[in-house]
């Protein structure tokens, strides 16, 4: 991977330094971000550790830290077109193990919507975009042409959140990834809802990592709002947020058995996906162990297990076989 910022003569863009072997840092400008293993790029380590649980196809994207919205649009095209063409290279090598995940420069709608279409000519299903584009919520409306794109091309959208809100002022205690991300993700759904976008966007598939964040746990709260003031809440919107239940995905990386069953009481297991967040501390790194020993149904299983994703995804089994 190229040192984006040498090349471009500006910002913090990821580099790795490959200091050990199976080990590499990740560089963030000049700073020290994390070290990563090997499983982070090596796709045929991946689909041997992956195996040991019974999994044998991976929905793989970058992280979001590469994203880099804060970039000039041409680089963050390059960028994104460098980290797209690496993902299609591992499906098309490894057609039955991944599936891919593009990324697109949201910073300039124009360039976005041309590299949507070329990420469906390379065979990836989706795109995988921040909570938040440079701290602008995803129902402004110069996002809607990306979000018409999706539809159009039937490409799925993954809500990872990112520069979550407050980060600078609660390092301690590792709190933007524990609370932080979740409150990002309650925004972004709510913005889809509040601003109209999946009225505008019926056919669009959002899936929102992290279970929703804490989006599904809050909605009395946001219905409550939404009803007792309309004035502030219902004002693009007048649609009652709870309706919105089953009419988007989110991943089922709760890390509590008894917190997923609420998840599937409100959504449906046609609406939950089997999530990982692998290979980092935070995700499920045992793939669905948990949710194999809870007392579900086998639908329930298979449903979480594999068909909420594919209909997601807007495939079928018969491409993975």
């Not at 020290?32 to 991946?46: A, G």
């Not at 990002?184 to 992290?210: D, M, Q, W």
Request: aromatic content about 12%; charged content about 25%.
């Amino acid at each position: 991977m190229p040192n984006w910022s040498e090349k471009f003569g500006y910002g913090d863009f990821i580099y790795l330094q490959h200091h050990k072997k199976g080990f590499a840092k990740m560089i963030r400008g000049n700073q020290f971000f994390r070290e990563i293993k090997e499983n982070c790029w090596n796709p045929e380590l991946r689909i041997k550790e992956y195996a040991q649980f019974k999994t044998q196809v991976q929905v793989v994207c970058t992280i979001p830290v590469m994203f880099s919205y804060w970039a000039k649009p041409m680089d963050g095209l390059s960028l994104s077109q460098f980290l797209n063409d690496h993902i299609a290279g591992i499906v098309q090598k490894h057609p039955k193990q991944y599936i891919g995940l593009g990324t697109v420069p949201m910073q300039d709608t124009e360039l976005a919507v041309k590299e949507l279409a070329r990420c469906k000519k390379i065979g990836l299903k989706g795109i995988q975009i921040g909570s938040n584009i440079n701290e602008d919520n995803l129902n402004e409306e110069r996002f809607a042409p990306i979000f018409e794109t999706c539809e159009k091309l039937g490409l799925a959208i993954l809500v990872h959140p990112w520069n979550m809100m407050g980060e600078k002022k609660m390092q301690r205690y590792w709190l933007p990834w524990l609370v932080g991300m979740p409150a990002e993700t309650t925004r972004a759904v709510c913005s889809l809802i509040f601003g109209g976008i999946f009225e505008r966007f019926p056919k669009l598939r959002v899936n929102f990592a992290h279970a929703g964040g804490s989006f599904l746990f809050t909605l009395g709260r946001i219905e409550h709002g939404f009803e007792c003031r309309p004035d502030l809440v219902a004002i693009d919107n007048n649609v009652n947020p709870r309706s919105y239940l089953g009419k988007f995905w989110v991943d089922s990386i709760t890390h509590d058995p008894l917190v997923l069953e609420y998840v599937i009481k409100l959504q449906g297991s046609r609406r939950v996906t089997l999530g990982s967040d692998y290979p980092f501390p935070l995700g499920d790194m045992t793939i669905g162990k948990f949710i194999d020993e809870m007392n579900l149904t086998k639908k329930v299983k298979e449903d979480i297990f594999a068909n909420s994703t594919l209909e997601w995804l807007g495939m079928s089994k018969k491409e993975l076989i």
